[in-house]
């Protein structure tokens, strides 16, 4: 089984304070995904990744930054937290080779107060 | 215009029920599809691939219509288990391996 760990799931942070989720996938895909979820807005991506190194800007990147220095890891970096960027993020992966299906991890909660 | 639309519902329906989603989507250059279950306060998770021929997985069945451009999902003799959203998912493969979601089809099943 594809395995995707998101290894903070629940944090409390303070505005303006920087903020790193981390992200693992087991099975060598080549793509890794962010992306926030709100009530009523749905999935909504912040940044992709489709090689190491790489990385390209989703629907909503502003705030955000992230980095693939290794194929399996991939970080959601929040520079300077603020309270609208309370949510819950979701790391994902995917592969041509595996169906182009998609996989996340559990989501890490995030609260900014 | 969003990418994929999904009538968020809520659907609220007694057990043994059959119930019906549908989802649209936009781009006729779509490749994949799919359907996610998601519980309250957990991820997506992969309930079945959607298939040109249409395929069936116990009392889930999922159909492809490209003419018209929809997916449908219909599940029969709904349990209690099955309340959840239920996710419409599209693979465009020409736009970089991306994934567009609807918002999802809220589910009750009730006894």
């Known amino acids: 089984d594809v395995k995707v760990t998101q290894s903070s799931r629940y944090l409390v942070k303070r505005t303006g304070e920087k903020v790193f989720l981390e992200c693992v996938q087991d099975m060598d895909h080549e793509n890794m995904f962010w992306y926030r979820q709100d009530p009523g807005l749905g999935l909504r991506l912040i940044y992709f990744?489709?090689?190491?190194?790489?990385?390209e800007k989703g629907d909503i990147p502003e705030g955000y930054s992230v980095s693939r220095e290794k194929k399996e890891r991939f970080s959601l970096i929040l520079e300077s937290a603020s309270t609208n960027q309370t949510s819950m993020y979701l790391c994902a992966s995917s592969s041509t080779e595996s169906g182009n299906t998609i996989y996340f991890g559990e989501g890490s909660w995030l609260t900014v107060v | 215009r969003k990418e994929v639309e999904q009538d968020p519902g809520p659907f609220n329906v007694p057990e043994g029920a059959t119930v019906a989603f549908n989802c649209t989507y936009s781009n006729s250059a779509s490749q994949s599809f799919f359907w996610y279950r998601q519980d309250c306060r957990k991820e997506p998770k992969l309930l079945m691939s959607v298939y040109s021929s249409g395929n069936e997985d116990g009392r889930f069945t999922a159909q492809l219509n490209r003419a018209s451009q929809y997916i449908s999902l219909l599940i029969r003799d709904s349990k209690l288990s099955d309340s959840a959203t239920y996710l419409c998912?599209?693979?465009?493969?020409?736009?970089?391996?991306?994934?567009?979601f609807g918002t999802g089809t809220s589910l009750t099943v009730i006894p």
């Open positions: 998912v599209v693979n465009m493969e020409n736009t970089g391996n991306q994934f567009y």
């Open positions: 990744s489709y090689d190491v190194k790489m990385k």
